[in-house]
């Protein structure tokens, strides 16, 4: 056994040798010098194939200014808020210290220092990484600079390296970017907002920062809570006698700041690319690293988007808005007209590129993210996926039922496609809401369909046969399906429980939209859309995305759905998007009171989604909501088949071009043929008794098909090609999704074809009725029609 001399000779050398490292360690430090913490670097994005989207030069907004030119009123907001014992502390906060360290060795989430001195060491030390030797160190500056520094040189130290958001750091540009004056020319009440800013630009700033938190810093809560902290400053610095009650009754209204400015060269789509890509590293990274973070530069961020096809989906759009879209001449129809969109690696989830708006320096809302706009008729293969998947429950037994009691769904199953269809439960009963109201699901165009099977209900975008196989199936497993594919439970996420849940009251992004059809093209593996590939910091690689498929649903259903999506393109409402030689896939949506408009397609490589819909840019204005479509460049009625679909072709008829021809699977037949909505199942017809004298009677005459129409003629012309349409008539217009006829000289694109959701085949016919010699054509049939 060692004596106790030996052990306590071990202890006093072990405790001198860390009292020595502990000196050593304070001798060697060097305190901040805040010009060098002003050295900021740019941020460098770069296209997928690695050339140079945009360096954000001066991304960090800073200027040094001297401790005279900070207002009293703003450093008495900042100590009041901040550090109450700033002028006669040592600098440091023994127990948040204690604190800080402790959590960052069990490895939970790091804390900052409390102090303002701490804070100053902190934010003015270029390396931001979170780990336990840069605590240590930054320990030891910190009682450096408590015990030797001037207090003034802390403080102005502090309010010269700190970051207050919209890439201002210090006050001097803070002043700049949210009042246009400079720092000595704020008031009091200027200086308390400015310090709120302090707790977290992201949070505190009333512009909001949605692409930090889209939930939690919107420009409406981050609104309430700047207000709040803002008051309680103001009251704190009465409480330390830093202001009298007098001059703080004289601030009752909040000093809301200019609205945030776009650096000119993130103009057109580049802004909402450079978005993208920042908002999905913050959420991403590992080790975390936020806005602050990334807003001081050296970051070299790799993203998935492709030059080319960015300019090509840019160009389709703004072909449409000159063509089309007039402000000027029809303000009442053609006003706050927007579209977003969003291309996605069907096989990876990259996203190839996106449309966010026609310049985001002018419009800040990323129209390729959430905007409210309801998907409509999009919404239906997920309903026809979940059919197939879970399968219709018995109407004998409860609710909740498992594989077992349900019946798989065949895409050749028949359901009453009337207008005005009464909805019911899937054991028969009436649904009525909690007012007793019946639920009369109507078809675009008020059209009468008779009982059809799934598979034409999609082409037709037949509205009543869907709600009742979602009601059927159970709209709970429709939701399921949705977000197993790749869309997600958030607010734009709609109620799932009543019966229009099946066709499209939710309003995820178009990027969401693109991924999840994605699902489909790769027979049912979902891969997760991302906007950067690889990032690194001064060199090295901090960031490498890795790719995680996951299985959504079975082969077999998903090819399945690709079929009769395909055959929404060759026959239906989707036919304004074929690609010649090409195997496509889409679905048309429009919603109610025509205030949204959206085709989603894709081909095996890409998946496309196309939004259009009318709102005001002005976010503050009491009255804004999504307008009605009626009239919008010059069309009765816009339905996806026309603009969004017209968008979408010209757009992947480029990106496809130097892809290989590749065929959707061939599906597998699946599930049973039933029927639903109150369709008459057939009847089976007796087996005939044998006569002794054979019949001479002839063999009846079968009657036609009643859902086989005449051919459509079909359209050659590009849809934009407003002079190939014209001179080929109604006929091709019809073909293109809308109402069909048209005089003999082809000058007049009319006919009768109803006008519905999916009036590219009954236009056919009913136009050849009423309209095919042009003699007595009637409605609008122009470009796209009244098809769906």
């Known amino acids: 056994m060692p004596s106790w001399r030996l052990v306590s000779g071990v202890c006093l050398s072990f405790l001198g040798l860390l009292m020595g490292a502990a000196g ?4 060697m430090v060097v305190p901040p010098k805040v010009n060098d913490a002003a050295k900021a670097q740019n941020n460098v994005y770069y296209w997928a194939d690695g050339t140079q989207m945009v360096a954000t030069g001066g991304e960090v907004n800073r200027q040094v200014i001297s401790y005279e030119q900070i207002p009293v009123a703003m450093r008495n907001a900042v100590i009041s808020a901040e550090n109450k014992t700033f002028e006669d502390d040592r600098g440091i906060d023994p127990m948040g210290i204690a604190r800080a360290l402790f959590n960052m060795a069990k490895g939970g989430e790091t804390q900052g220092g409390s102090t303002i001195t701490q804070q100053y060491v902190k934010n003015s030390m270029l390396s931001q990484e979170q780990t336990l030797s840069r605590k240590f160190k930054e320990l030891f500056i910190t009682l450096k600079v408590g015990s030797n520094g001037d207090k003034d040189d802390v403080m102005a130290g502090y309010l010269n390296v700190s970051y207050y958001g919209r890439g201002a750091s210090g006050l001097q540009a803070a002043a700049r970017t949210y009042y246009g004056k400079d720092a000595s020319k704020l008031d009091p009440s200027e200086c308390a907002f400015l310090a709120t800013l302090l707790k977290g630009a992201s949070y505190y700033d009333p512009a909001g920062a949605p692409d930090v938190d889209k939930e939690k810093a919107s420009a409406a809560k981050n609104t309430e ?3 709040a902290r803002w008051k309680w400053i103001l009251d704190e610095e ?5 202001m009298t009650q007098a001059e703080r009754d004289t601030y009752k209204k909040f000093p809301m700041p200019k609205k945030p400015k776009k650096d000119a060269q993130l103009g057109g789509q580049i802004g909402y690319l450079v978005d993208l890509a920042k908002k999905y590293f913050i959420n991403n990274s590992s080790p975390k690293v936020d806005a602050e973070a990334l807003a001081l530069g050296g970051y070299e961020i790799h993203t998935t ?6 300019d090509a989906l840019s160009a389709a759009v703004e072909k449409v808005y000159k063509a089309k879209i007039d402000p000027k001449e029809r303000p009442k129809t053609d006003t706050h007209v927007q579209f977003g969109g969003a291309s996605v690696d069907a096989k990876t989830g990259a996203m190839l590129a996106t449309y966010g708006g026609q310049d985001a320096t002018q419009h800040y809302t990323n129209n390729a993210d959430p905007t409210g706009a309801q998907v409509g008729s999009t919404f239906k293969p997920f309903v026809l996926a979940a059919a197939m998947q879970y399968g219709k429950r018995d109407p004998a037994l409860g609710p909740d039922q498992g594989e077992s009691s349900r019946t798989p769904v065949s895409p050749k199953s028949v359901y009453n496609g009337d207008d005005r269809l009464e909805i019911k439960k899937y054991n028969g009963e009436v649904w009525q809401d909690e007012k007793n109201n019946k639920w009369l699901q109507t078809n675009d165009g008020n059209h009468d369909y008779g009982d059809i099977d799934l598979r034409y209900a999609m082409q037709e975008s037949a509205n009543s046969p869907y709600v009742q196989l979602g009601m059927d199936v159970g709209t709970d497993k429709v939701k399921d399906v949705a977000l197993a594919a790749g869309l997600r439970d958030d607010e ?5 429980t009543v019966p229009s849940y099946s066709i499209g009251t939710s309003s995820p992004s178009a990027i969401r939209m693109a991924g999840a059809y994605s699902t489909f093209a790769t027979s049912g593996q979902q891969n997760e859309p991302f906007s950067v590939k690889e990032v690194k910091y001064k060199g090295n690689v901090i960031y490498r995305h890795q790719k995680k498929p996951k299985r959504a649903f079975d082969p077999a259903i998903a090819d399945n759905v690709s079929d009769v999506l395909k055959n929404v393109v060759e026959n239906g409402t989707g036919r304004p998007a074929r690609l010649p030689g090409r195997d496509v896939a889409g679905k048309t949506g429009t919603t109610d009171g025509n205030k949204s408009a959206w085709f989603v397609g894709y081909t095996p490589q890409v998946s496309t989604a196309i939004s259009m819909f009318r709102l005001d840019d002005d976010e503050n204005s009491k009255n804004r909501e999504f307008l009605e479509m009626f009239g919008t460049g010059g069309e009765k009625k816009i339905h996806g088949a026309s603009f969004p679909a017209s968008i979408w072709h010209d757009y992947m008829a480029e990106a496809m071009k130097k892809k290989d021809v590749v065929r959707f699977p061939e599906p597998q037949p699946l599930g049973e043929t039933l029927y639903g909505g109150g369709a008459a199942s057939p009847t089976p017809t007796p087996s005939p008794t044998p006569s002794a004298t054979p019949s001479t009677e002839p063999p009846p005459t079968p009657s036609p098909d009643p859902t086989t129409a005449s051919p459509t003629p079909t359209n050659t012309c590009n849809p934009l090609d407003w002079e190939c349409n014209n001179a080929n008539g109604g006929a091709n217009a019809g073909a293109n ?18 006008g519905t959701e999916g009036g590219a085949n009954s236009g056919a016919a009913e136009g050849a009725t009423d309209g095919a010699n042009g003699t007595n054509g009637n409605g609008n049939g122009t470009l ?3 098809g769906g």
């Open 784 to 786: 796209w029609g009244g």
């Open 492 to 496: 734009y996420m709609a109620n799932s």
């Open 225 to 227: 809570r700047a207000k």
């Open 737 to 754: 999704g809308g109402a069909n006829g048209g005089d003999t000289t082809g000058t007049t694109a009319g006919g009768d074809g109803g």
């Open 238 to 242: 009465v409480k330390d006698g830093r």
């Open 305 to 310: 988007f492709e030059k080319d096809k960015v």
């Open 24 to 27: 050593l360690a304070y001798a």
